[in-house]
């Protein structure tokens, strides 16, 4: 997968995670939606880097598309869940 493809998944996937977490302060909102959209991208690029460094899929597959989304949903989820 390439750079564009980890900044969208990645993004739109830490910030969708970040959306299931309703705040109730409504202080900083876009400042935390970029935080939780960069750590998701940079979760996404860590997992597929990874995964392809341990063998367990190559560039492109399916795997490694269900991986990003995971770990990239996993950490948008943690951050909007710590943030509080």
Known sequence: MGFLA???IGG???????GFYPNRS???TGQKLLM?????FLAALGA???GQFAQ?????QM????????????VGGLYAALSR
């Open 6 to 8: 980890f900044l969208v």
């Open 12 to 18: 739109v996937s830490g910030a969708g995670a970040w």
């Open 26 to 28: 409504r202080q900083n």
């Open 36 to 40: 939780a959209a960069l750590l998701g």
């Open 48 to 50: 597929s880097y990874l």
């Open 56 to 60: 367990f899929f190559q560039a492109g």
């Open 63 to 74: 795997l490694e598309w269900l991986c990003t989304i995971v770990a990239a949903c996993l």
